[in-house]
């Protein structure tokens, strides 16, 4: 089996470079006031940057971000399910469309903008050339000041695998029934559930804790053997 890496923004690296990326996707689910649990909350990490909604005839119900009730927030879940790949979660706060913002200053190769990652076209289609496996790279629209801008992308990173219950501490509750908040912070010593990773893919995120991810042996050695800045790599144990 692969070794797993946890990828994350090299800050060193973004800035030595110097410059930064603000955007938005155009449409998100709203948060949800839950009934249930009594919490206020939206996920982050959950971005679909390739769905387009303009055709959705409620899409101007999703560009605001506002929390609503669990009722009017599964209403407008629906609308958008036909959208989306089959069975993926969409929990309040998922988001969709093309980044729209700005890009001021020198980037490098990869690009983070939050949680959301971006590659530079070249570095997308050299990694593609080495094998890599689902990275799916979606236009962005930003603005830049500078001539002969980078062409950015932004990768669709779907939350898959979960954390294995052994790196969960016992006094956190299960997720909500009714929502499915479930209020887990980082763990200090994250393990991955074998059995639940994808096999097909070389970078995803945390099923469960989306704003972690996740790169093969395969992923980490392309970008080595590239030289491709703005990351770092933490081995994590698979059980
Ligand atoms: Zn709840």
New binding site residues.
């Given amino acids: 089996m692969s070794r797993f890496y946890w990828v994350a923004e090299d800050r060193a690296a973004t800035a030595r470079h110097g410059g930064y990326v603000d955007a938005r996707h155009p449409w998100g689910l709203p948060g949800?006031r839950?009934?249930?649990?009594?919490?206020t909350w939206s996920a982050v990490g959950h971005d679909f940057p390739s769905v387009d909604l303009s055709a959705l005839p409620e899409s101007r119900e999703l560009v605001t971000p506002r929390p609503e009730s669990?009722a009017e927030f599964v209403r407008l879940r629906e609308l958008v399910r036909p959208y989306v790949p089959a069975g993926v979660a969409l929990p309040p706060g998922t988001d969709f469309g093309p980044l729209v913002g700005r890009a001021v200053g020198g980037l490098g190769p990869v690009v983070w903008s939050g949680t959301r990652m971006l590659l530079r076209r070249d570095a997308l289609e050299r990694l593609h050339a080495e094998g890599v496996l689902g990275l799916m790279g979606c236009p962005t629209s930003l603005r830049f000041r500078q001539k002969d801008p980078p062409e950015l992308m932004e990768l669709q990173l779907e939350p898959l695998g979960r954390f294995h219950p052994d790196c969960i501490p016992a006094d956190v509750p299960p997720p909500?029934?009714?929502?499915?908040?479930f209020g887990l912070s980082r763990p200090e010593a994250p393990i991955l559930d074998a059995a639940t990773l994808p096999t097909d893919l070389d970078l995803f995120r945390v099923g469960n804790f989306a704003t972690m991810v996740i790169g093969t042996e395969r992923f980490r050695d392309s970008v080595l053997r590239l030289g491709l800045d703005g990351l770092t790599f933490r081995e994590l144990p698979t059980r």
């Fill in positions: 949800v839950c009934h249930v649990c009594g919490a669990f909500c029934p009714t929502c499915g908040r």
